[in-house]
T-cell receptor, first 112, second 113 residues
Framework: AQSVTQLGSHVSVSEGALVLLRCNYSSSVPPYLFWYVQYPNQGLQLLLKYTSAATLVKGINGFEAEFKKSETSFHLTKPSAHMSDAAEYFCAVNLGSEKLVFGKGTKLTVNP | NAGVMQNPRHLVRRRGQEARLRCSPMKGHSHVYWYRQLPEEGLKFMVYLQKENIIDESGMPKERFSAEFPKEGPSILRIQQVVRGDSAAYFC???????????FGAGTRLSVL
């Protein structure tokens, strides 16, 4: 069975600091991997996706993620946090069965 | 091209009433998915539909919940005889045929009193 683990339900960074949100997955076949962002009382917006092309994936708003098969990881990073990045971030995996399996989410706080 | 439209955004029901949640997919998308988000939890898959067909309902509770995606009109998630535990945010997503990417609506937040 596929699963997704997001380490750290809450992450706090200072404005301008590096953002690192961790995601590990379990899968017996090559997965499709996604990061979504959810702002308060809103739906999910796709940040980026990995679909077996380049292992370093660039997304919107300056975010990127690197697929590391040996570590079964797909961590999300941004070099410099902005106040507007404060939101909840979800990692998700899809093995081609159409349904997404989500992690429990990481709430990012950005301090001035 | 409008995004995935869900209505209502907020729905309040008393225990025992019925809740109907609507989802209009993005134009040209033939696949619809429903997910439920409980407080402090990620989204959990409920059901996957294509026009007039339920493809995967493995995440749907066996009782009181049903979903449809008719040939014409929006997809409907129906919850009969709601209980307090049904209070959650329900999200709809859609995708085009052959594309492994889902676009989400803003959700319907159901509160059961």
């Amino acid at each position: 069975a596929q699963s997704v683990t997001q380490l750290g339900s809450h992450v706090s960074v200072s404005e301008g600091a590096l953002v690192l949100l961790r995601c590990n997955y379990s899968s017996s076949v090559p997965p499709y991997l996604f990061w979504y962002v959810q702002y308060p009382n809103q739906g999910l917006q796709l940040l980026l996706k990995y679909t077996s092309a380049a292992t370093l994936v660039k997304g919107i708003n300056g975010f990127e993620a690197e697929f590391k098969k040996s570590e079964t990881s797909f961590h999300l990073t941004k070099p410099s946090a902005h106040m507007s990045d404060a939101a909840e971030y979800f990692c998700a995996v899809n093995l081609g069965s159409e349904k997404l399996v989500f992690g429990k989410g990481t709430k990012l706080t950005v301090n001035p | 091209n409008a995004g995935v439209m869900q209505n209502p955004r907020h729905l309040v029901r008393r225990r025992g009433q019925e809740a109907r949640l609507r989802c209009s997919p993005m134009k040209g998308h033939s696949h619809v998915y429903w997910y439920r988000q409980l407080p402090e939890e990620g989204l959990k898959f409920m059901v996957y539909l294509q026009k007039e067909n339920i493809i995967d309902e493995s995440g749907m509770p066996k009782e009181r919940f049903s979903a449809e995606f008719p040939k014409e009109g929006p997809s409907i998630l129906r919850i009969q005889q709601v209980v307090r535990g049904d209070s959650a945010a329900y999200f709809c997503a859609s995708s085009p045929q052959g594309k492994n990417i889902q676009y989400f609506g803003a959700g319907t937040r159901l509160s059961v009193l």
